[in-house]
């Protein structure tokens, strides 16, 4: 790390760190028989400060490669970690859609969390952030649906086009006979989302990745499941994750593609400089027809006077 980042070495942001692994493996410096992860050392820290401040590290490399990392190195490689975007909402949860004069809330809908967007990581998500997605806008979000609920004591007419889409996505899965597995599509496609869609992007392999996933989209129509029990069928909601995987995958392939710059973690080699002239807006990527539109950045500092007294979190 001294050669990547001289002085914050092995307290860089975790994108430089990232880049750091990937180029010592894709210029042959990799460790093991197929030269594909470096190793991380923590002996030297010693076995009571190991355990006593990073006890889950400690747990999964037992655990998953059967290594006591107060004697061994731990092989590592970059994977994806965080999804710095979302569901684009406000502060108060409240999910919304792009208007001519800005943005406006879907009444009655909210999302939390890290499948969230409510825009103040950046595209390089700072550690721990994931503590205001949930404690801050979690706690915003209660507020705002007590309120809501108050002058909203009843649930609007169900649109009858939303139920059937979403018992049609359900009864899908019931189809018998053989096809294509859940699991190997799904491990085709973490594979090919490593591939053409990792630390370093250029058109031709995102080109190449976009393609491959909407292949593997197309494939997944032919899936069938072998449990088709009605109760606590977990082969179902494997199904389902796969498919909003396959959404996810789409929309971050084809969101990364158009956008030639460098920005955080989206690191392109075609366009190695972050580019805010062209490019300082979000991304919005619409399912239905695939289209692609922009909304600006919001550059204001958020601060406690920001939200009233009782959305405070102390």
């Not at 721990?128 to 915003?140: E, K």
Request: hydrophobic content about 35%; glycine content about 8%.
């Amino acid at each position: 790390m001294e050669r990547y980042a001289p002085h914050a070495k092995d307290l860089a942001s975790r994108d430089v760190v990232s880049r750091a692994i990937a180029t010592e493996v894709r210029e042959g410096r990799g460790c093991g028989k197929s030269g594909d992860h470096v190793m991380l050392k923590l002996d030297h820290l010693g076995h009571d400060v190991l355990y006593k401040r990073l006890p889950g590290i400690c747990a999964m490399a037992k655990t998953f490669v059967g290594i006591d990392p107060a004697e061994e190195s731990i092989p590592v490689f970059p994977t994806a970690h965080y999804t710095m975007g979302g569901i684009p909402t406000n502060r108060h949860g409240e999910v919304v859609v792009p208007v001519e004069q800005g943005e406006e809330p879907v009444p009655g809908l909210y999302a939390v969390g890290e499948c969230a967007c409510v825009s103040v990581h950046g595209a390089n998500r700072l550690g721990g952030n994931s503590l205001l997605d949930i404690v801050v806008f979690g706690r915003a979000a209660g507020n705002h649906i007590i309120e809501f609920l108050k002058q909203n004591r009843y649930h609007r007419m169900m649109n009858d086009k939303s139920l059937e889409q979403a018992v049609a996505r359900l009864t899908r899965w019931d189809k018998k006979g053989n096809g294509e597995s859940v699991a190997g599509l799904k491990e085709e496609l973490q594979t090919t989302m490593e591939k053409y869609c990792g630390v370093f992007r250029s058109k031709e392999i995102l080109q190449e990745g976009l393609e491959q996933v909407l292949q593997l989209e197309t494939r997944m129509q032919d899936a069938r499941l072998q449990d088709h029990s009605k109760i606590f069928n977990t082969a179902k909601i494997e199904a389902l994750e796969l498919e909003n995987l396959m959404d996810i995958a789409i929309a971050t392939v084809a969101s990364a593609l158009a956008r030639e710059e460098s920005r955080g973690a989206h690191s392109r080699i075609d366009f190695p400089e972050r580019d805010d002239a062209h490019w300082l807006k979000h991304s919005l990527f619409y399912k239905t027809d695939r289209r692609i539109e922009y909304k600006p950045v919001r550059l204001k500092t958020m601060t406690v006077d920001t939200f009233p007294p009782k959305e405070r979190v102390y």
